[in-house]
């Protein structure tokens, strides 16, 4: 999926319909922008066709048919009236300045049918079980939170296949991301934890990064031969 994922950005840009901002040493795209006259041309076309809603400073009106919402504002008044999206499949949060934990307990008894979770940057100390419940998710986006522990009930988020807890500050990671057989990208860049991560169960895994050497069994890296980027900290 990365290499036909890649392929598709690779023809967009050629076709200048993205600006490359910043390039790996081996000249692969790592960082791209839109520009302003096309991204506001896209957020049309989404609205025209259902497929994305982006909610702001405006009421939350959400479409029962569409499947993507991206929210960077307002978040006690867009779920202020409990929005019904049975079918709900990405959900974004950016750019908030008020969280409570009742909007993610709301989350996960609601939208069921989750695949994409980013919650970068949102002022959840505690992540309940609850989000054990979302089974169908395949990205989860923790990244710059202040969650101090991840619960148990992650177990359960066997379709997981990217998960980004960087700048997480943890003081131990229980025995769950070994059972996340399909996980291929696992992003953390965070301090030294209790006790080592097991990673030999993870068959698919193809990035891992950014890890503290205390932490790893080195003896079960030769197990993952999918595996093409590690980061490892000394």
Request: include cysteine; glycine fraction near 2%.
């Amino acid at each position: 999926m990365e290499v036909m994922a890649e392929d598709f950005l690779n023809e967009i840009v050629d076709r200048n319909m993205v600006q490359v901002v910043r390039t790996s040493a081996s000249k692969r795209v790592k960082q791209c922008r839109m520009h302003d006259v096309l991204r506001d041309l896209s957020i049309f076309k989404a609205k025209v066709e259902i497929f994305i809603e982006i909610h702001g400073n405006i009421d939350f009106q959400p479409s029962i048919k569409s499947r993507h919402h991206v929210i960077h504002s307002n978040i006690d008044r867009n779920f202020a009236s409990k929005p019904s999206i049975p079918r709900l499949h990405s959900l974004l949060f950016y750019d908030l300045k008020h969280w409570m934990q009742c909007h993610l307990d709301f989350i996960c008894e609601n939208f069921k049918l989750l695949r994409v979770l980013d919650l970068e940057y949102m002022q959840i100390y505690n992540l309940q079980r609850e989000i054990g419940k979302l089974i169908h998710l395949r990205y989860l986006g923790l990244k710059n939170t202040r969650t101090s522990k991840l619960p148990t009930s992650m177990r359960y988020l066997k379709s997981l296949q990217t998960l980004d807890i960087s700048n997480v500050l943890l003081a131990e990671i229980p025995d769950i991301i070994c059972k996340m057989r399909d996980l291929r990208h696992l992003y953390m860049n965070t301090s030294e934890f209790t006790g080592k991560l097991r990673i030999d169960t993870l068959k698919n895994l193809q990035t891992l990064t950014l890890f503290h050497i205390n932490n790893l069994e080195l003896k079960n890296i030769g197990k993952l031969l999918h595996l093409r980027k590690l980061g490892v900290e000394m």
